[in-house]
């Protein structure tokens, strides 16, 4: 079964401060995804990689960088922490675009920036 | 542009009844979708996906959906419905040429009582 290994678990930030989330994945998948799952928004698509040193915007990108130094590791990156920002996020990554594989998710990560 | 709608927010039912919990989406073309789900205190599962073909697919868990593009939905049911079945289903998309980006909808929650 797939592993990927999200850290923290939970984190409380303050407004103005810099968060950064750390992902880890172990399956040798090329593309890496960042999402996040608020109350009556499902989950939405922040930044999304498919090769080490490259990352794309998601559907909102906005407040949010991404870096993918390696294939195994995909951070997001918060500069200026905002009170919008809280929410949980997941990691997820797949061997290849998703139209041939399933997304791994994982556990997720609570953000509170107070 | 591209969406999905999970219009009931909220579903309960008693074990052995037949579950089906709604998507509807939207897309100019022939989507990719899929369901997802999330028991409490875990991440995001794959359940099963429609890329082309038939239009009953059929999952794991014995979850099954079916496609109509008739009226764009990709509805999820199982018969009968376990209490162990208790959880949040999300639904996606993907249309074809965007890539990996993935739209969910803001999910539903079911509760199966024994």
């Known amino acids: 079964e797939a592993a990927v290994t999200q850290s923290p678990r939970s984190k409380v930030a303050v407004t103005g401060g810099k968060v950064t989330l750390s992902c880890h994945q172990t399956?040798?998948?090329?593309?890496m995804y960042w999402y996040r799952q608020d109350t009556g928004h499902g989950l939405r698509l922040i930044h999304y990689?498919?090769?080490?040193?490259?990352?794309e915007k998601g559907d909102i990108p906005d407040g949010y960088k991404a870096s993918r130094p390696s294939q195994e590791n995909f951070s997001l990156i918060l500069e200026l922490a905002s009170l919008s920002q809280t929410a949980v996020y997941f990691c997820?990554?797949?061997?290849?675009?998703?139209?041939?594989?399933?997304?791994?998710f994982g556990h997720g990560t609570k953000l509170s920036v107070l | 542009a591209q969406s999905v709608d999970q219009p009931d927010a909220h579903v309960t039912l008693s074990e052995g009844a037949s579950l089906e919990l709604r998507c509807s989406y939207s897309?100019?073309?022939?989507?990719?979708l899929f369901w997802y789900v999330q028991y409490p205190g875990q991440s995001l599962q794959f359940l099963l996906k429609?890329?082309?073909?038939?239009?009953v697919v059929k999952g794991t868990k014995g979850f099954e959906a079916e496609f109509r593009k008739s009226n764009s939905s990709f509805n999820l049911k199982k018969s009968p419905a376990h209490w162990s079945d208790s959880a949040k289903y999300f639904c996606?998309?993907?249309?074809?040429?965007?890539?990996?980006?993935?739209?969910f909808g803001k999910g539903a929650k079911l509760t199966v009582s024994p």
């Open positions: 997820a990554s797949s061997r290849q675009g998703i139209s041939n594989e399933r997304l791994f």
């Open positions: 399956n040798n998948h090329d593309y």
């Open positions: 990689s498919y090769v080490a040193d490259s990352t």
């Open positions: 897309y100019s073309a022939a989507p990719y």
């Open positions: 429609y890329i082309t073909g038939d239009t």
């Open positions: 996606a998309l993907e249309g074809k040429g965007t890539g990996s980006k993935l739209s």
